[in-house]
């Protein structure tokens, strides 16, 4: 089946410094890909929507600021954590979807912020 | 309300068992139903899609209720490896945007 790859799959930063996900469509093309973040024993949230050569559009509560996503090429998408927090340390998944395919996700993020 | 609401669990069986579960959702409008599985500090993976008509898959089988807004898991002759964290997943508008329940924990014992 399909491939999506997420690098780091664990990182662990000081609060103040900036972490960068990467998530790549490995076998198809992702017109969408989505940015999740997980917490202990919640159901994984929505973050943001990323078609590729657009704008994200981010879910309500969500700080476009503080989260930067880039969509630049159809395999590729990229999520920034600036200036993080201890707050912000979660499970971060990205899901890709392509032309006629089932949602992928990625193997996940943990971030710690200390 | 949230627009997945599943029943948390936990569920311990033994194995051979059958256990079975249900989620309900919230916008009646939805279009696609889904079962994910997640395992501890893991990826969800698609376990099954959910049909209007009910289907079945191995040992598993997902039924929709459309009239009363829920979906449910039965897994038949449960395995140790059926241990796992069930996800209820709803696509309300067709384009993947997916809602997420909070998951079901299932325990096999030996």
């Known amino acids: 089946g399909a491939v999506v790859s997420q690098h780091p799959s664990r990182v662990i930063c000081k609060s103040g410094t900036s972490v960068k996900i990467e998530c790549r469509s490995l076998?198809?093309?992702?017109?969408?890909m989505f940015w999740y973040r997980q917490f202990p024993k919640q159901s994984l949230m929505l973050m943001a929507t990323?078609?590729?050569?657009?704008?994200?559009?981010?879910e309500q509560g969500v700080e476009k600021d503080k989260f930067l996503i880039n969509h630049a090429s159809l395999t590729l998408s990229t999520l920034t954590v600036t200036s993080a927090h201890p707050e912000d340390s979660s499970f971060y998944i990205c899901?890709?979807?392509?032309?006629?395919?089932?949602?992928?996700f990625g193997q996940g993020t943990r971030l710690t912020v200390v | 309300r949230k627009e997945v609401e599943q029943d948390p669990g936990p569920f311990n069986v033994p194995e051979g068992a059958t256990v079975a579960f249900n989620c309900t959702y919230s916008?009646?409008?939805?279009?696609?139903f889904f079962w994910y599985r997640q395992d501890c500090r893991k990826e969800p993976k698609l376990l099954m899609s959910v049909y209007s008509s009910g289907n079945e898959d191995g040992r598993f089988t997902a039924q929709l209720n459309r009239a009363s807004q829920y979906i449910s898991l039965l897994i038949r002759d449960s395995k140790l490896s059926d241990s796992a964290t069930y996800l209820c997943v709803v696509n309300a508008f067709g384009d993947y945007k997916l809602s997420f329940g909070a998951g079901t924990t299932v325990t096999v014992r030996a």
């Open positions: 916008n009646s409008a939805s279009q696609s």
């Open positions: 990323s078609n590729e050569g657009s704008k994200a559009t981010y």
């Open positions: 899901s890709a979807v392509g032309v006629n395919t089932e949602a992928f």
């Open positions: 076998d198809f093309q992702a017109t969408t």
